[in-house]
Nanobody, 120 residues
Framework: VQLVESGGGLVQAGGSLRLSCAASKSVFSSNPMGWYRQAPGKERESVATMTGGGSINYADSVRGRFTMSRDGAKNTMYLQMNNLKPEDTAVYYC???????????????WGQGTQVTVSS
Protein backbone atom coordinates (compact mmCIF):
# COMPACT_ATOMS: atom_id res chain seq x y z
CA VAL A 1 0.00 0.00 0.00
CA GLN A 2 1.12 3.57 -0.66
CA LEU A 3 0.51 6.23 1.95
CA VAL A 4 0.60 9.97 1.29
CA GLU A 5 0.56 12.49 4.12
CA SER A 6 -0.56 16.08 3.79
CA GLY A 7 -1.50 19.01 5.98
CA GLY A 8 1.82 19.91 7.53
CA GLY A 9 3.11 23.45 7.67
CA LEU A 10 4.26 26.34 9.81
CA VAL A 11 2.05 27.43 12.69
CA GLN A 12 2.44 29.58 15.77
CA ALA A 13 2.36 28.07 19.22
CA GLY A 14 -1.21 27.51 20.31
CA GLY A 15 -2.38 26.96 16.76
CA SER A 16 -3.85 23.90 15.08
CA LEU A 17 -3.16 21.67 12.11
CA ARG A 18 -4.88 18.60 10.72
CA LEU A 19 -2.74 15.98 9.06
CA SER A 20 -4.22 13.53 6.56
CA CYS A 21 -2.89 10.18 5.40
CA ALA A 22 -4.42 8.84 2.21
CA ALA A 23 -3.95 5.17 1.30
CA SER A 24 -3.89 3.68 -2.19
CA LYS A 25 -6.27 0.93 -1.11
CA SER A 26 -8.63 0.04 1.70
CA VAL A 27 -6.43 -0.60 4.74
CA PHE A 28 -7.75 1.64 7.48
CA SER A 29 -10.94 -0.22 8.33
CA SER A 30 -9.42 -3.02 10.39
CA ASN A 31 -5.63 -2.84 10.37
CA PRO A 32 -3.43 -1.39 13.09
CA MET A 33 -2.21 2.07 12.14
CA GLY A 34 -0.52 5.04 13.65
CA TRP A 35 1.09 8.43 13.53
CA TYR A 36 4.76 8.87 14.37
CA ARG A 37 7.15 11.80 14.39
CA GLN A 38 10.86 12.42 14.23
CA ALA A 39 12.49 15.63 15.37
CA PRO A 40 16.01 16.60 14.27
CA GLY A 41 18.61 14.59 16.13
CA LYS A 42 16.01 12.38 17.79
CA GLU A 43 14.62 8.93 17.20
CA ARG A 44 11.23 8.39 15.62
CA GLU A 45 8.54 8.18 18.27
CA SER A 46 4.95 7.10 18.43
CA VAL A 47 2.39 9.90 18.63
CA ALA A 48 -0.90 8.03 18.34
CA THR A 49 -1.69 4.44 17.44
CA MET A 50 -4.96 2.67 16.71
CA THR A 51 -5.60 -1.06 16.94
CA GLY A 52 -7.58 -2.87 14.29
CA GLY A 53 -10.54 -2.71 16.64
CA GLY A 54 -10.33 1.04 16.93
CA SER A 55 -8.72 1.52 20.35
CA ILE A 56 -6.41 4.52 20.37
CA ASN A 57 -3.33 5.15 22.46
CA TYR A 58 -1.69 8.55 22.66
CA ALA A 59 1.77 9.54 23.76
CA ASP A 60 1.71 11.34 27.09
CA SER A 61 3.12 14.45 25.47
CA VAL A 62 0.14 14.86 23.12
CA ARG A 63 -2.76 13.37 25.07
CA GLY A 64 -5.57 15.88 25.33
CA ARG A 65 -4.24 17.96 22.44
CA PHE A 66 -4.10 15.53 19.50
CA THR A 67 -6.94 13.39 18.15
CA MET A 68 -6.54 10.50 15.77
CA SER A 69 -9.38 9.33 13.56
CA ARG A 70 -10.03 7.36 10.42
CA ASP A 71 -12.50 7.30 7.55
CA GLY A 72 -12.53 3.83 6.03
CA ALA A 73 -14.78 4.89 3.17
CA LYS A 74 -12.19 7.49 2.10
CA ASN A 75 -9.15 5.30 2.85
CA THR A 76 -7.86 8.16 4.96
CA MET A 77 -6.78 8.68 8.53
CA TYR A 78 -6.28 11.95 10.31
CA LEU A 79 -4.40 13.58 13.13
CA GLN A 80 -6.01 16.71 14.51
CA MET A 81 -3.39 18.68 16.42
CA ASN A 82 -4.52 21.50 18.71
CA ASN A 83 -2.64 23.78 21.08
CA LEU A 84 0.58 23.05 19.27
CA LYS A 85 3.87 23.65 21.04
CA PRO A 86 7.37 24.29 19.67
CA GLU A 87 8.39 20.85 20.92
CA ASP A 88 5.86 19.32 18.51
CA THR A 89 8.09 20.40 15.63
CA ALA A 90 9.03 17.29 13.65
CA VAL A 91 8.43 15.32 10.50
CA TYR A 92 5.21 13.39 10.96
CA TYR A 93 4.70 9.98 9.39
CA CYS A 94 1.70 7.71 9.09
CA UNK A 95 2.00 3.95 9.02
CA UNK A 96 -0.24 0.90 8.68
CA UNK A 97 0.40 -2.78 9.38
CA UNK A 98 -0.97 -5.39 7.02
CA UNK A 99 -1.05 -9.17 7.39
CA UNK A 100 0.91 -10.64 4.48
CA UNK A 101 0.59 -14.39 4.90
CA UNK A 102 -1.53 -17.10 6.50
CA UNK A 103 0.88 -17.34 9.43
CA UNK A 104 -0.05 -13.81 10.41
CA UNK A 105 3.20 -12.08 9.57
CA UNK A 106 2.73 -8.36 9.14
CA UNK A 107 4.39 -5.69 7.07
CA UNK A 108 4.44 -2.00 7.96
CA UNK A 109 4.10 0.60 5.26
CA TRP A 110 5.18 4.22 5.83
CA GLY A 111 4.26 7.48 4.24
CA GLN A 112 6.89 9.94 3.05
CA GLY A 113 6.36 12.31 5.96
CA THR A 114 5.11 15.86 6.31
CA GLN A 115 6.93 18.65 8.13
CA VAL A 116 5.25 20.38 11.05
CA THR A 117 6.99 23.46 12.42
CA VAL A 118 5.67 25.30 15.45
CA SER A 119 7.11 28.72 16.16
CA SER A 120 7.20 30.24 19.62
Amino acid sequence: VQLVESGGGLVQAGGSLRLSCAASKSVFSSNPMGWYRQAPGKERESVATMTGGGSINYADSVRGRFTMSRDGAKNTMYLQMNNLKPEDTAVYYCAVDEVVNVEGATMRSWGQGTQVTVSS
